[in-house]
Nanobody
Framework: QVQLVESGGGLVQAGDSLRLSCAAS????????MGWFRQAPGKDREFVAA????????SYADSVRGRFTISRDNAKNTVYLQMNSLKPEDTAVYYC??????????????????WGQGTQVTVSS
């Protein structure tokens, strides 16, 4: 069992930056692939970024590539999402997720086994 707790969300202006963190419990964190997803009001949850177990492979949604960076620190059981040049359309609840498939870096939500409760990111224009 893995418990995930996101933090770092908030209200920012367009063009600002935020760094989200996702702290994981459990000793197996380093074996999980990790992903970030987001859900805006009235929309489906969508993939944002993913990273494999050792950080050697990452993937991004087209909408965030070049602006967001996913990283992890296995010693701290934490995965991060650095978000730069934020846009109003980035407004959503952001969730982190863990997959037992260590090298999984795609955005298929059923492949992720554990989910956090989410953190709100609001970008004003």
């Amino acid at each position: 069992q893995v418990q995930l707790v996101e933090s770092g969300g908030g209200l920012v202006q367009a063009g600002d930056s935020l760094r989200l963190s996702c702290a994981a419990s459990g000793r197996a964190f380093s074996s999980y692939a990790m992903g970030w997803f987001r859900q805006a009001p009235g929309k489906d949850r969508e993939f944002v970024a993913a990273i494999n177990w050792n950080g050697g492979s990452t993937s991004y949604a087209d909408s965030v590539r070049g602006r967001f960076t996913i990283s992890r620190d296995n010693a701290k059981n934490t995965v991060y999402l650095q978000m730069n040049s934020l846009k109003p359309e980035d407004t959503a609840v952001y969730y982190c997720a863990a997959s037992r498939r260590s090298n999984y870096i795609l955005g298929n939500t059923p492949a992720y086994d554990y989910w956090g409760q989410g953190t709100q990111v609001t970008v004003s224009s």
